[in-house]
């Protein structure tokens, strides 16, 4: 008796253990305010049990695409106290201004809304760069046990503040910014909410906006530059401190135009967002020329007492900068940099960095960057461990390393071909990564009067206004995600063609034992390990 009294109460330790381990949120875009795209606390997935990772649900939610954009990556709230009692809520921004909230654990619809905001175009037809809608990815805070709020900016530039219980307001409706801007990513540091905008939507000059909860007062911080348009919204340091790359534009900061490099920005004592440093890239008026522009979200991180950030562009060449010396005293000295993953030609579409970069610290504390790309491999990259030399994309993976004073970004790992490899989630040893299976044409191929016509998809009968999404929401392949070994790139498993659709501009979430997938045809896949 005294035996089974024991093996009771072992059994209970473990299983507290183990379900401890399982319940974790996924609060932001890129995890974490830096952005790093590590979940840490994650231990749900393993080198042992992704290998039998199966499709858990696929669902089909009514959110109507706007041009090439329609579902982003879902939020995950663990244990949210609803209506119908605790559930693990998955919550999906579609660009039709709407917001759905499943149950992660069956894709069963608990809620939709949807925002109803008055189209807000001022008669300017929708194109790709500038869809409309529902742009940002939103973002979410734990406000006490059960308890969370989601909020997310709707067409019309309003900050919404949902409870992901039942969908209904938590707070008022409030002003945030002017509409049809397209936003980014929402984070959230310190109760301050925090995005850019690019592509001059809605006539807006590019920016950075926070809005302050506390204050309700909005700052705007305009680097007179190109687009802030990383994918994963601006990172926050643990100091307060937002970066940001800045697409296409000149580099002249002795006239105060920032084009082509990253920003640091900082809400100063009077809440307002303030200009605290600057790098641009030794070749920015290249990068300009080529259309090459800085067009992905920093990642700010820390090791061995210093204060670290990556980031790169569509040249596809990756730069390691100090946080405190940013860019040297010419503002152009980066610490290291990869050089060339790909993009030999150069390319301004369809080759290069779009997604996202990645960072995470294996068992001895050394930080690792995975590089997602697009297009063939570079001739001159090799990495010591190559499953393939990619032709479409892949991942490429870098240590970051420190001797006597020089760093250095170590290539790693090259990964099998992915198809338009966008970016990658890292639990436990795990990385999971997408190929998004997109067709990136931006132009049809330059041809001689006596050559052939490159072949072009069939045009759909009912279709987006601008003629590049049409052609190219024809010529969509279909998404894939895998899962490897984050330090050896092995490949454990793949989704194969279980996903039929294509995404653009989407992405993945993943906690508690499943990664999440939409396509621009309105589908959610889960997929999940066994627990």
Not at 161 to 184: H, L, Q, R, S
Not at 312 to 318: A, G, I, Q, W
Request: with cysteine; proline share 7%.
């Amino acid at each position: 008796m005294e035996h089974r009294k024991k093996f009771l109460a072992v059994a209970a330790i473990l299983m507290i253990t183990f379900s401890t381990a399982w319940s974790v949120d996924y609060l932001t875009e890129g995890v974490d305010s830096s952005r790093t795209g590590w979940l840490k606390d994650d231990k749900s997935f393993s080198l042992t049990n992704v290998p039998g990772m199966k499709l858990l649900w696929k669902v089909h939610l009514d959110s109507k695409p706007h041009e090439m954009t329609n579902l982003f990556p879902p939020l995950i709230a663990d244990s949210v106290d609803t209506p119908a009692g605790k559930k693990e809520v998955a919550i999906f921004a579609g660009a039709s201004d709407d917001l759905f909230g499943l149950d992660a654990k069956t894709g069963q619809t608990l809620w939709h809304i949807n925002f109803k905001s008055p189209n807000p175009t001022g008669g300017r037809p929708a194109a790709t760069l500038c869809p409309g809608g529902q742009t940002a990815v939103p973002a979410m805070l734990k406000t006490g046990p059960g308890s969370y709020k989601v909020y997310a900016v709707s067409w019309d530039g309003q900050l919404h503040t949902i409870n992901p219980a039942d969908g209904t307001d938590a707070d008022p409706v409030e002003k945030f910014m002017p509409p049809n801007g397209k936003p980014y990513a929402l984070n959230i540091f310190k109760n301050v909410i925090y995005t850019s905008t690019a592509q001059g939507c809605g006539g807006l000059i590019n920016g950075i906006y926070s809005y302050n909860l506390e204050t309700h007062v909005t700052s705007l911080f305009l680097p007179s530059g190109g687009g802030l348009w990383g994918r994963r919204g601006t990172p926050v340091s643990p100091e307060g401190v937002v970066y940001m790359g800045t697409g296409d534009g000149l580099w002249d900061a002795e006239n105060g135009r920032l084009g082509n490099g990253i920003v640091a920005a900082q809400i100063d004592g009077k809440g307002e967002l303030k200009l605290t440093d600057y790098f641009s890239p030794p070749n920015a008026a290249f990068l300009f020329k080529r259309d090459l522009d800085v067009n992905t979200t920093p990642v700010a991180f820390e090791y061995q007492g210093k204060k670290l950030l990556v980031g790169t562009s569509k040249e596809c060449r990756v730069w390691l900068l100090d946080r405190d010396n940013f860019g040297g005293d010419d503002h152009r000295t980066d610490l290291a940099d990869t050089g060339l993953i790909c993009n030999d030609e150069p390319n301004y579409a369809g080759t290069g960095v779009w997604g996202a970069l990645s960072v995470w610290k294996d068992a001895t504390g050394t930080p690792w960057i995975a590089v997602p790309f697009n297009g063939p491999v570079s001739k001159r990259f090799h990495a010591p461990k190559e499953f393939s030399r990619p032709v479409n994309g892949g991942v490429a993976a870098f240590k970051v390393e420190e001797r006597n004073g020089k760093w250095a970004l170590t290539p790693q790992w090259l990964s099998v071909d992915i198809d338009m490899a966008d970016e990658a989630l890292i639990a436990n040893g795990v990385m999971f990564v997408y190929g998004s299976g997109e067709d990136t044409r931006q132009s049809h191929v330059d041809r001689a009067w006596n050559e052939t016509p490159e072949p072009q998809p069939p045009v759909p009968a009912a279709g987006p206004v601008s003629a590049q999404s049409t052609m190219r929401i024809a010529g969509g392949r279909h998404a894939v995600l895998l899962a490897l070994d984050a330090t050896t790139g092995k490949q454990l498993w793949t989704s194969g063609n279980q996903i039929t659709g294509w995404s653009h501009f989407s992405g993945i979430s993943a906690a508690n034992g499943k990664v999440y997938l939409p396509t621009y045809d309105g589908n959610v896949y889960a997929f999940g390990v066994a627990k």
